[in-house]
């Protein structure tokens, strides 16, 4: 089905028959007897007068097409037939591009076909915020502020491939980029309200996100697109050893695993009830799930056991990172700290010199951990929002914020000297000394 569809967009057919609405109900009609073949028909909304290209892009029941049709910026409608029988949701997504082929406008618009005959969609074009100039590292000492694109946003976790390739998801489908010199949102913000959660890539050319109603993003190097998800549920942490090893966990017991080619439910769980989970991460053949009331789970040997309850821990667990498996942290609500020395999971309650909530764990080594938190119902003197393990004890360390800027969801990082912080009201905060 996607290859005749491909084949019809790539066209020159598709491409003039955009422009020549009257040999739509040629279409319609002319099917020898046969059920007439679903039509989407395109109208542009809000051009502006620099756009000299519209550049359509669509999502057919989960799967996006490789070449992007592109028509002159001056086209009203735009005409796109499907194959007969077909049935599923699609998205369209449109960039409006400048001569200097720079996307300044951007659209979407999703229906769902059902059946035969004509479907009229409308797409609003909207301009794209221009990039932003982040401030400079020589007058910025310890965290710093980012500007950014996308004012008021909660932003959740970031990753990276290198110091030049820089990416922050948050809520509002909202994707962020840092090249090194710049923040920019990519198209794809906006287009929903769903809340993005998790990122983690194996390369620059994949990258994946997660978040609300199962959305399962991936990034190829050029654009992201949605991929088909075995959940409707909050997705809300995403990991892998690599390309053909990629895991996610839910806020509705679930456990989801990406072989390479395909996305299946785990199902080397035991029988214990594995409670909201908010965190996945691994080493070494290992995976670790954390989540609500001091659940962990543990992947060794290819099967899923809860490892033995700690009678402290009965917070909400929300992030794990190790150095190894002999070295595992696990962060959560109240300054909770549990680590795994190889042998036993115990539990820190104080040693965190905070009682905010621990949102986010990253390190760089066993000498060398980060861990961030937000004030939410947190009453106690000892409120630091981000903390520092040397390898002996845990220290505050001053954030350079205050009020909702110091509501902190995400902690990671490539080295010591180049960390990212995330949380509400578009905080993104850099490290690099």
Not at 21 to 32: E, I, V
Not at 360 to 384: H, Q
Request: charged share 10%; aromatic share 8%.
């Amino acid at each position: 089905m996607n290859k005749q569809l491909r084949n019809l967009a790539s066209s020159p057919f598709w491409q003039h028959f955009g422009t020549s609405l009257p040999l739509l109900g040629l279409l319609l009609c002319q099917c020898s007897g046969s059920a007439a073949p679903p039509v989407v028909v395109l109208t542009f909304a809000g051009t502006v007068p620099a756009a000299t290209t519209l550049r359509v892009t669509t999502n057919f029941d989960g799967v996006t097409e490789k070449a992007p049709a592109e028509v002159p910026a001056s086209t009203p409608t735009l005409a796109l037939p499907l194959p007969a029988g077909s049935s599923g949701p699609l998205q369209v997504q449109v960039d409006a591009l400048d001569i200097n082929q720079v996307v300044i406008e951007q659209g979407t618009a999703s229906a769902q076909i059902s059946g035969p005959g004509r479907v009229d969609l409308s797409v609003a074009l909207t301009p794209v915020p221009a990039p932003v100039p982040v401030p400079d590292p020589q007058t910025c000492k310890g965290f710093c502020q980012q500007t950014l694109p996308l004012p008021g946003v909660f932003l959740k976790r970031t990753w990276a491939s290198g110091s030049k390739d820089v990416w922050a998801v948050g809520d509002n489908n909202t994707i962020l980029h840092y090249d090194g010199s710049v923040w920019t949102a990519d198209p794809i913000s906006n287009s929903s309200t769903n809340r993005l959660t998790g990122i983690w890539g194996s390369q620059s050319t994949d990258v994946w996100a997660v978040g609300d109603t199962g959305t399962i993003l991936h990034y190829d190097g050029s654009r992201w697109s949605q991929t088909q998800s075995l959940s409707a549920a909050l997705l809300t942490s995403v990991w892998g050893s690599g390309p053909s090893d990629v895991w996610v966990v839910s806020g509705a017991e679930t456990i989801l695993h990406f072989d390479g080619k395909t996305w299946t439910s785990d199902a080397s769980l035991v029988s214990s009830p594995l409670n909201q989970l908010w965190s996945v991460w691994g080493s070494d053949g290992d995976v670790w799930a954390a989540g609500d009331a001091g659940t962990v789970f543990r992947r060794h040997d290819g099967v899923w056991r809860p490892v033995q309850a700690v009678p402290q821990a009965t917070n909400d667990l929300n992030s794990i990172w190790g150095s190894d498996q002999y070295d595992v942290w696990i962060s959560g609500d109240q300054g909770m700290l549990l680590h795994y020395n190889g042998t036993t999971l115990s539990a820190q309650p104080a040693a965190s010199g905070t009682c905010a909530n621990l949102n986010s764990i990253w390190g760089f080594g066993p000498n060398d951990v980060w861990s961030v938190a937000d004030l939410k119902n947190v009453t106690c003197a000892a409120n630091a929002t981000i903390v520092h393990y040397d390898g002996m004890k845990w220290s505050p360390v001053a954030s350079g914020t205050s009020g909702l800027s110091s509501w902190f969801y995400g902690v990671w990082g490539l080295s010591t000297h180049d960390i990212w912080v995330t949380g509400k009201g578009s905080t993104l905060l850099h490290r690099t000394q």
